[in-house]
């Protein structure tokens, strides 16, 4: 009979394979968007799978750990598990700083922290993989069975969920209530995963031996969790649905009143992003504009730019024009 931990860890997998296969069907087969984001939350899915997987293996040793051979098992599966769990947590990361890249790429300064922080996530995780493989040599030592000989508990400087640069300087900028609401409750789950991980890590820390099961059910929570947060901004046009108009209300709206409004049918993260503006700083640095597309088109975020036979308003006036202003331009055909 399966113990509730083992029930968790089948939901947290559940839920996780649900939540990427929507954001996949919505971002890669109906809106035809392939970017790399959505390969690291894929990555991301399948390292947690392995990871419960592991674990799930490891419940059913609980039972037998006095016998050596099912001990040593379990350890190595707690070793292993240790990688796909890193590998899981900096996929997301990555996942969500390319996000981050998009919503902030109008401000420089912000903009520049975010590609910065890319870089220091990407080098970062082999170093991470590097410090925890040799951290106890050689590896017999973290199985050996008398306890004398076992490696101190990993170090869990590592095990922190706030790498990320989240986009709050970026919200200062929206002027849009429902946009920023909308924005917020999605972040805000976050808190989530640092309140389980601030548990996790105090479980390890003072009692390993008595909450193994704890720790895996925390440990993929956490992950779950992360992962959700990663994905739904993806998805965000039905997350967000009672923060910003659909696409049927839009429809119905005449020409003259969508250049008014300036809202057009795209989601919230998307308006965010401003994939149909064109926007230009009126001090006239063509240097920072091009450098700021240059960077888009090194992460492989596509520019759109969308057309229709009525008048189309730029959705610039959700952000807050920089000191200087900024001057929206309206594509008419």
């Given amino acids: 009979m399966m113990e509730v931990g083992q029930i968790l860890l089948i939901i947290c997998a559940i839920t996780s394979c649900l939540a990427c296969a929507a954001r996949f069907y919505l971002r890669v087969i109906v809106k035809k968007r392939v970017e790399l984001l959505e390969f690291a939350l894929i990555f991301a899915t399948v390292m947690q799978l392995v990871l419960i997987g592991m674990q799930l293996r490891i419940f059913d040793l609980l ?25 899981s947590l900096w996929a997301v990361k990555i996942s969500i700083n390319f996000l981050h890249i998009q ?75 429902r946009l920023r609401i909308a924005i917020c409750g999605v972040y805000s789950i976050a808190i989530v995963a640092i309140i389980v991980s601030i548990i996790r890590i105090i479980l390890l820390a003072i009692d390993v031996q008595n909450s193994i099961k704890r720790i895996m059910v925390l440990t993929a929570v956490e992950v779950t969790v992360c992962l959700v947060v990663g994905i739904l901004p993806g998805i965000s046009s039905s997350f967000t649905k009672r923060y910003a108009q659909g696409g049927s209300e839009f429809s119905k709206s005449t020409p003259s009143s969508r250049l ?74």
């Fill in 260 to 333: 008014k409004s300036g809202k057009l049918n795209k989601p919230t993260f998307a308006r965010l992003s401003g994939h149909d503006a064109s926007v230009v700083g009126d001090s006239g640095d063509a240097n920072a504009v091009e450098l700021s597309k240059l960077g888009h088109r090194e992460f492989g975020f596509a520019e759109q730019e969308n057309y229709t036979n009525c008048f189309t308003g730029s959705t610039d006036q959700i952000i807050g024009p920089e000191k200087g202003g900024i001057t929206t331009t309206t594509h008419m055909r």
């Fill in 103 to 177: 919503l902030t790429r109008r401000f420089q300064r912000i903009h520049f922290l975010a590609v910065c922080n890319l870089y220091f996530l990407i080098g970062i995780w082999p170093l991470i993989y590097v410090i925890y493989f040799f951290a106890c040599w050689p590896l017999e030592r973290r199985w050996a069975l008398p306890s004398g000989r076992q490696c101190p508990p990993i170090v869990h400087a590592w095990d922190f969920s706030a790498v990320c640069i989240l986009p709050f300087p970026a919200l200062l900028k929206v002027t849009e209530r």
């Fill in 63 to 87: 039972p037998t750990m006095q016998n050596p051979s099912s001990f040593i098992e379990a350890q190595k599966l707690f070793f292993s598990g240790t990688f796909f769990y890193f590998a």
